[in-house]
């Protein structure tokens, strides 16, 4: 049972456009997302989280959004770089910020590249 | 900051013999690690969950018996696969909670991963 849902699998978008990255969810006990990227060959690095209580949290060019009641999330990237290219996963966890028993359910990923 | 490297980066092993996995935080003291499995183009799924000096929480699956944690330091966790069979080839990560640095789950950095292919 796929509890944290990324249904692109890929993703193409120009240099200098947005990215959107969405992500679904069906626990409705998750209370706080996070993003991740990876790049070949590397594990995954953090990049940005949401806690239930928000519905937006921006840090420079990544913005992630959170509906609540359509149990969706989406990072959004602007301006997108040949950089950002990269695997894209959503993360959901129980217990807030501290992550309660700290386990994180992945989603499947989304692969991202950016042309020039 | 907040390095995890693991050990090796890929393994190729015959059918009933045993695989060990190093996961190691460089540069900082983890007392609790994790371990991830992953398949080709599905998600990460967490296996265990260690702490430092004490038995691992394996999730609901997986055989404690066959995939062995040991936690014996605060820098370094390693996964045995015993009696490894074709269907246990996949993509191993671990990863590690640095409590040193916060108390958010985020605080949490992963390893390259290791590809174990089993003939």
């Known amino acids: 049972d796929q509890q944290v849902k990324q249904n692109s699998p890929s993703l193409s978008v120009q240099e200098g456009r947005i990215s959107i990255l969405n992500c679904d969810y069906t626990?409705?006990?998750?209370?706080?997302f996070l993003w991740y990227k990876k790049y070949p060959a590397e594990g995954p690095t953090f990049l940005i989280s949401?806690?239930?209580?928000?519905d937006k949290n921006e840090d420079g060019r990544f913005t992630v959004f959170l509906n609540k009641s359509a149990k969706h999330l989406s990072l959004h990237i602007v301006p997108s770089q040949p950089g950002d290219s990269a695997v894209y996963f959503c993360a959901a966890s129980e217990g807030g910020i501290t992550g309660g028993g700290n386990k994180l359910t992945f989603g499947t990923g989304t692969q991202l590249k950016v042309e020039l | 900051g907040a390095v995890v490297s693991q050990h090796p980066s890929w393994v190729i092993c015959k059918s009933g013999t045993s695989v060990k996995i190093e996961c190691r935080s460089l540069d900082f003291q983890a007392t609790t690690m994790f371990w991830y499995r992953q398949f080709p183009k599905q998600s990460l799924m967490l296996m265990a969950t260690?702490?430092?000096?004490?038995?691992?929480?394996?999730e609901q699956g997986v055989e404690k018996d066959k995939f062995l944690i040991n936690h014996a330091s605060l820098t370094l966790s390693t996964l045995t696969v015993t009696s490894a069979h074709p269907e246990d080839s996949s993509f191993y990560i671990c990863?590690?909670?640095?409590?040193?640095?916060?108390?958010?789950?985020?605080?949490?950095?992963f390893g390259p991963g290791t590809r174990l292919t089993v003939t």
């Open positions: 990863s590690a909670r640095d409590h040193g640095r916060g108390r958010g789950i985020h605080e949490q950095y």
């Open positions: 626990n409705s006990m998750f209370d706080y």
């Open positions: 949401i806690s239930s209580i928000k």
């Open positions: 260690s702490n430092e000096g004490s038995k691992a929480t394996y």
